[in-house]
């Protein structure tokens, strides 16, 4: 699963990655602080291709924007927002069947800024990552991925939007925009840590992925493409809780094993 990365790239560097006109970057996407520690229910910067509606109800050309949304996607029909508190992931192998994630993956993709996400390996005591510890259980290391190159790591993501029926019609906080991360089985460098990662998107497929006029087959065989150059290091257990941000959660620590890259 993908349940922690950090965002700290500036507003304006974003928009030139995904080349977005800068009238086109929301409001709240610039206000945004910047976060080594980005957790469910946070507020998100996401990448999206839509219409925007005119003054006489129609739609105007397809435009690429910098938006906000709630990491946890919220389905149309849901009930309460808390819904999304569990669908901070879409697992790809189930995207077409899964009732909360269908439509979205027909019409409403995203792609989701990162500079790199964390994942937790399971540590049996006795090994070197435990060496000098009294631990008689298993620990969870914290490690760090992030693309070889420096560049952004687009994910793959989903958004959907919720109306909040006990707000007026003219309430700006109605609609909630939420977004889910797209999950994929884990390359064979990257399964010892864990069985899943995200869906790390190449440049040349983000126009594809963002298009909303490619329907979901056509997507569908994006979600094949070859994982992207991700490098790994071992990180302070600081990062496992919310509480702690910041570029310290980054600094390598050296539990008994090298740094290692995926092909």
């Not at 109800?57 to 808390?82: C, F, I």
């Not at 990552?129 to 760090?144: E, L």
Request: with cysteine.
């Amino acid at each position: 699963m993908c349940g922690r990365y950090a965002s700290f790239r500036e507003t304006q560097d974003l928009a030139d990655a995904f080349a977005i006109d800068a009238a086109l970057v929301d409001d709240r996407a610039r206000e945004l602080a910047p976060s080594w520690n980005v957790a469910p229910t946070d507020d998100v910067r996401i990448v999206v291709e839509r219409g925007r509606k005119q003054d006489d109800g129609t739609t105007g050309p397809v435009e690429r924007s910098l938006r906000v949304a709630r990491w946890g996607l919220v389905p149309s029909w849901a009930k309460d927002p808390s819904v999304g508190n569990r669908m901070i992931n879409a697992r790809a192998e189930s995207l077409l069947d899964k009732p909360a994630f269908t439509k979205p993956f027909a019409a409403r993709r995203c792609l989701v800024p990162a500079e790199g996400y964390y994942e937790w390996r399971v540590v049996e005591p006795g090994t070197p990552a435990t060496a000098g510890r009294k631990a008689t259980r298993p620990r969870k290391q914290p490690y760090w991925i992030t693309p070889a190159d420096g560049d952004v790591a687009a994910l793959a993501g989903l958004y959907e939007f919720w109306r909040d029926p006990s707000r007026g019609a003219d309430d700006p906080l109605r609609w909630l925009v939420s977004a889910a991360v797209v999950t994929r089985a884990a390359s064979d460098d990257l399964a010892p840590i864990h069985d899943r990662m995200p869906l790390v998107l190449p440049r040349s497929a983000w126009d594809a992925w963002l298009d909303p006029t490619v329907g979901k087959d056509e997507a569908a065989a994006l979600l094949d493409v070859a994982p992207e150059t991700m490098v790994t290091r071992t990180v302070s257990p600081l990062v496992s809780s919310v509480r702690n941000n910041g570029p310290q959660l980054l600094d390598p620590t050296d539990p008994g094993e090298p740094p290692c890259a995926t092909p």
